[in-house]
C-alpha cells in the first residue's frame, strides 16, 4: 500500500505520553523503564521499542 504513494520519505517523529478516559475506559501511552518498551493501554496490545524504527509488537 505504501509503495501506491509514489515516493515517500521517512522521518522521525515526536510522541508524548497522554492518557484519556472514554466510556470508563482509560487510554494511555505508557513508559516502561524496566523494559524499556513504550505501551498503548490497555491490555498492552501494541509496544514499541528501540530501534524506535516504526515497528511495534502486539
Do not use: C
Not at 504513494?5 to 475506559?25: A, P, R, T, W
Not at 524499556?36 to 509488537?57: A, C, H, R, V
Amino acid at each position: 500500500m505504501v509503495s501506491e504513494l509514489g515516493d515517500i520519505n521517512f522521518q522521525d517523529i515526536e510522541i508524548k505520553i497522554f492518557h484519556i478516559q472514554l466510556d470508563n475506559i482509560i487510554y494511555r501511552l505508557v513508559a516502561e523503564e524496566e523494559s524499556e518498551m513504550i505501551n498503548l493501554e490497555p491490555s498492552s496490545t501494541i509496544s514499541f521499542q528501540e530501534p524506535w524504527d516504526g515497528e511495534y509488537y502486539t
